[in-house]
Nanobody, 119 residues
Framework: QVQFVESGGGLVQPGGSLRLSCAAS????????MGWYRQAPGNQRELVAS???????NYEGFVKGRFTISRDDDKNTVYLQMNSLQPEDTAVYYC???WGDGEVAFDSWGQGTQVTVSS
């Protein structure tokens, strides 16, 4: 079973930036579209951005133009560069592989990384 370790979160002021990393325990993920998800208190986990094995990217409207997803298959790692952060971006961020209609390919989620945007 693939394990994920997310890192890079923290407290940042509105307008600030953070770069998140997600390291996978296996190179098996390199064959998959990978995605970053987030879950704010009281909300369901939602997909933020995804990147195919061919490095085509897709973004949800609320982050388009502010966030950039990338991957380094040599390191089994997916990144999320977040710029122009706003308080509504506050959430725990996770990675996994989007699969089918709202599902994910891997059952195991990492611990996530907390992003807090506040002045």
């Amino acid at each position: 079973q693939v394990q994920f370790v997310e890192s890079g979160g923290g407290l940042v002021q509105p307008g600030g930036s953070l770069r998140l990393s997600c390291a996978a325990s296996s190179g098996d993920v390199n064959r998959y579209t990978m995605g970053w998800y987030r879950q704010a208190p009281g909300n369901q986990r939602e997909l933020v951005a995804s990147i195919t094995s061919g490095k085509s990217t897709n973004y949800e409207g609320f982050v388009k133009g502010r966030f950039t997803i990338s991957r380094d298959d040599d390191k089994n790692t997916v990144y999320l560069q977040m710029n122009s952060l706003q308080p509504e971006d506050t959430a725990v961020y996770y990675c996994n592989a989007p699969w089918g209609d709202g599902e994910v390919a891997f059952d195991s989620w990492g611990q996530g990384t907390q992003v807090t945007v506040s002045s």
